[in-house]
């Protein structure tokens, strides 16, 4: 016997919207609770949920309870061990996967999946040289290396939670932190508010550098976008089964783009970018998703230069296949990954 399971958490959008799809297409996907499988892990009876037949497994994230930075980290080495724990079920038990979980944990951390894609030739936004700990050793670096602007990320974040984009005028001693995290005036911890917030004054600003970069950091240097309209903007791609599904471009003011920051959004073809340039960005997305074996679904983050409008990977996400205009509209992606179930599950027809 043959089931299809989706690791993942009842009501969320990303379920609904699967689980519309696999019923059009006529596949009996079976949702397992995040909070089961856990229990059935820790009790060590992992095994019995996938027992009894083949399973093919596609795995979404789990919902985090908190906001505090402090937190991203343990909360990040957790998934990790499930994503192992998940690895060792897979050899158990002989289950085929949307995504593996080594793959998704590859591209959990941020800066081993930019080493990987650099040293295969990928054109990426290029980090600085060095880690970086505090706000005068990235100033020091920053100088040293000519490096006017950077932007700050988790290495094992996302949803812009703890992402910052720092500039500073040697010049003139001005500089300006763009971030989202900011202090609980209750607990006096660091925590993700979903706003983006400028600071300007020095000491303030030196003090969230430093509490921002006590979580484990990636700094890269800040391009130049493209621009529309007045508005500076990146693109993210969906690639799945080396095919790009859907382009969408993240419109927005401030240096950081994530659409749940009241940013916007407007379908790739809305640019009218010049011939050529979608089909270099499509190439650069199938070469990206190579780098990576078992991977058949990834959400892409593209840079496009300024004036050149030359592409870059600015992240890659082994789970990034929620758009919310896709799902409201057609609904593309998932569509696609009920396809690639039906297939598995019937065969080609």
């Not at 941020?110 to 650099?118: E, I, N, P």
């Amino acid at each position: 016997m043959r089931q299809v399971l989706l690791l993942g958490s009842p009501g969320t959008k990303r379920t609904v919207y699967l689980t519309r799809e696999t019923e059009e297409t006529g596949v009996p996907l079976k949702l397992l609770d995040w909070n089961r499988f856990r229990e059935e892990i820790h009790e060590g009876r992992g095994d019995r949920l996938f027992e009894g037949g083949q399973t093919f497994l596609k795995i979404d994230p789990p919902l985090w309870d908190s906001c505090r930075l402090d937190q991203l980290e343990g909360l990040a080495g957790e998934y990790e061990k499930e994503l192992d724990a998940l690895c060792c079920l897979g050899k158990r038990q002989g289950i085929s996967f949307l995504n593996h979980p080594r793959s998704i944990r590859e591209l959990l951390d941020k800066r081993t999946c930019k080493d990987r894609l650099r040293k295969a030739g990928v054109p990426v936004t290029k980090a600085l040289e060095e880690e970086i700990h505090n706000g005068e050793q990235l100033l020091e670096v920053m100088e040293r290396e000519s490096v006017p602007q950077v932007f700050l990320k988790p290495v094992k974040g996302s949803g812009a939670a703890g992402a910052a984009a720092f500039r500073y005028r040697k010049r003139t001693g001005q500089m300006a932190l763009y971030t989202c995290g900011a202090e609980d005036p209750d607990t006096g911890c660091l925590v993700n508010t979903r706003r983006l917030r400028q600071f300007t004054d020095r000491r303030q600003v030196f003090s969230l550098l430093d509490r921002l970069l006590a979580v484990d950091c990636v700094a890269e240097r800040w391009y130049a976008k493209a621009e529309h309209r007045g508005f500076s903007y990146d693109l993210r791609a969906v690639i799945q089964e080396g095919k790009v599904d859907v382009i969408l471009a993240r419109l927005s003011k401030g240096p950081i783009t994530n659409l749940h920051l009241n940013n916007h959004p407007l379908p790739v073809q809305d640019l009218d970018l010049p011939p050529g340039v979608l089909g270099q960005v499509e190439a650069l997305c199938e070469r990206a998703a190579g780098q990576f074996q078992g991977l058949k679904s990834a959400g892409i983050d593209i840079l496009l230069e300024k004036n050149t409008l030359r592409p870059r990977v600015i992240e890659m996400n082994g789970q990034g296949d929620l758009i919310y205009q896709d799902i409201y509209g057609e609904n593309i992606i998932y569509r696609r990954q009920a396809e690639m179930m039906k297939e598995w599950l019937y065969g080609k027809t």
